[in-house]
């Protein structure tokens, strides 16, 4: 079983930065694909970024490439999300996921095939 929490959402000018913190429970969590999705208000939800369990191998949305950066740190059991340049439409509920088969090089982006979620975590983007 794996258990996820986020952490680190706030308020924000755009502009700025914030970085998200999923810290992960469970033996085997470091070999799961990792990723990070968001919901805007009215919005269905969306991925955001993905990385595969050794870090090798990282997805992002088109409209956060070059301001959004995941990492991993499987000592930790710890996966970032490094939100730089944030825009108003960044404002979202943030979530933490985890893709329950492991060992996996290609990243999956299909929420449907991620099984463990975290509670999410609010960032609000300021005009």
């Known amino acids: 079983q794996v258990q996820l929490v986020e952490s680190g959402g706030g308020l924000v000018q755009a502009g700025g930065s914030l970085r998200l913190s999923c810290a992960a429970s469970?033996?085997?969590?470091?070999?799961?694909?990792m990723g990070w999705f968001r919901q805007r208000p009215g919005q269905e939800r969306e991925v955001v970024a993905a990385?595969?369990?050794?870090?090798?191998?990282?997805y992002y949305a088109d409209s956060v490439k070059g301001r959004f950066t995941i990492s991993r740190d499987n000592a930790k059991k710890k996966v970032s999300l490094q939100m730089n340049s944030l825009k108003p439409e960044d404002t979202a509920v943030y979530y933490c996921?985890?893709?329950?088969?492991?060992?996996?090089?290609?990243?999956?982006?299909?929420?449907?095939?991620?099984?463990?979620w975290g509670q999410g975590t609010q960032v609000t983007v300021s005009s």
């Open positions: 469970g033996r085997t969590v470091s070999s799961k694909t």
């Open positions: 996921a985890a893709d329950p088969k492991s060992w996996k090089v290609v990243i999956t982006t299909n929420l449907s095939e991620y099984d463990y």
């Open positions: 990385i595969n369990w050794s870090g090798g191998y990282t």
